[in-house]
């Protein structure tokens, strides 16, 4: 499942939610892996850009390859974004 395009004119990657190992879903680009740590953080275009060794996403939150799955429906509904209009991938 998908939100939006990515906002970066350059990217034409897929806004998509992901579970971290913390269980906190956050929002990702599936082409440049920019992250949204919140909905909030994205409609703000505050984005961070997680690197090695940490991946640091945020107090406790990582991205760091092999811990995290994208999300589906029930954890994006757990996360209290289930209102928003998912869109399925193609
Ligand atoms: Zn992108």
Not at 49 to 77: I, M, N, S, Y
């Amino acid at each position: 499942m998908w939100l939006v395009e990515c906002p970066s004119f350059w990217d034409q990657g897929l806004v998509r939610p992901l579970v971290t190992e913390s269980g906190a879903v956050v929002l990702r680009c599936d082409s440049c892996e920019a992250v949204w740590r919140t909905l909030a953080d994205f409609e703000e275009q505050e984005h961070v850009e997680p690197d090695e060794p940490d991946w640091l996403v945020g107090a406790g939150v990582h991205v760091r390859p092999g811990t995290f799955r994208w999300a589906a429906q029930p954890d994006v509904e757990a996360a209290g974004l289930g209102s928003l209009r998912w869109r399925a991938l193609p």
